[in-house]
């Protein structure tokens, strides 16, 4: 159990230094976004973290009917690959599709932090 917990926490790490790791302007590029998309992306992990946490301890609190550690790791293990078969969508189109649909790439980008978000608990 704590080496799943350990490689979900890596998992998370990674997820996160995927776009900062390039810099803005290759992501920028990249993906055809405008200014503050990458920074959007970036931000929405600390703010989405916190709003997250109350529900990660009520989940992992064992007192009340609490979902549990082992759920808990199971429910974040699948969410961790779900947000990254999301976030690879985008990558697997050619760069004139990825260009033209910026909208849908940001949004499709946007869902897989979130779930990245959910997947910490």
Do not use: E, K
Request: hydrophobic share 45%; aromatic share 8%.
């Amino acid at each position: 159990m704590l080496g799943l917990f350990v490689a979900l926490g890596a998992n998370q790490c990674l997820f996160w230094f995927s776009f900062s790791s390039a810099g803005t302007p290759g992501v920028a590029a990249y993906y055809g976004f405008g200014d503050g998309s990458v920074d959007l992306l970036l931000a929405l992990g600390p703010v989405g973290g916190v709003l997250a946490q109350p529900l990660a301890t009520a989940l992992l609190s064992s007192s009340g009917g609490g979902f549990g550690l082992r759920a808990s790791m199971r429910l974040a293990g699948c969410l961790s690959a779900a947000c990254t078969a999301l976030r690879l969508l985008p990558t697997l189109l050619s760069d004139s599709q990825r260009h033209s649909h910026t909208t849908a790439t940001t949004v499709v980008l946007c869902v897989g932090q979130v779930r990245t978000i959910c997947s910490r608990f």
